[in-house]
């Protein structure tokens, strides 16, 4: 599933210690954040920049304190209505992995009442359209390796490292 571009969008871009990052929000809140390259990431051509937004200022502000060590989470408004119902469930449960720690895709699937649906969870999972702030990168295979992540492995790795993940093996 692409994401569905709504027709109030404000865009802006920034630099990161793992790359440019696009991020986008709608009215309602954050609603996007992708690197540079990253799988699913929509096409943005045409989309108007728009830096002084004032939810696109915070995540830009959150962001580089979050990649400078300063800041642990993130406490933005976010618009995660642009994927389907089962979609927002999933990235719903990725906001309550907490910083630090890492799950299995099957591990998280059962914690949404669906443990046949771990294919579909990791589908989901890898078309989360606000990517670190939605903590896709905490989610690991079942013995614990890095798999799957739509901005790259050395940047999952990275933000990993960056929290002080344990257990989790590249």
């Keep these: 599933m692409k994401f569905k571009i709504p027709s109030a969008l404000h865009t802006t871009r920034i630099d990161t210690p793992l790359g440019g990052v696009r991020l986008a ?3 309602a809140g954050l609603a996007g ?8 990431s929509p096409d943005t051509r045409g989309w108007q920049d728009n830096e002084l937004h004032p939810v696109l200022r915070q995540a830009a502000a959150q962001l580089i304190a979050y990649f400078d060590g300063r800041r642990d989470g993130f406490d933005l408004p976010l618009d995660l209505s642009h994927g389907t119902a089962f979609q927002q469930s999933v990235w719903q449960a990725l906001l309550a992995i907490p910083r630090g720690e890492t799950t299995s895709y099957g591990a998280l699937s059962h914690r949404l009442g669906r443990p046949a649906a771990v294919r579909a969870v990791g589908a989901a999972v890898g078309r989360n359209p606000i990517s670190v702030i939605v903590p896709c990168h905490r989610v690991v295979g079942a013995d614990g390796s890095l798999t799957g992540y739509a901005g790259g492995l050395p940047r999952k790795t990275a933000l990993l490292a960056l929290e002080g993940a344990r257990g989790a093996r590249a």
Excluded: C
């Design 33 to 40: 954040m992708w690197f540079d390259g990253q799988q699913h």
């Design 25 to 27: 929000a709608t009215d």
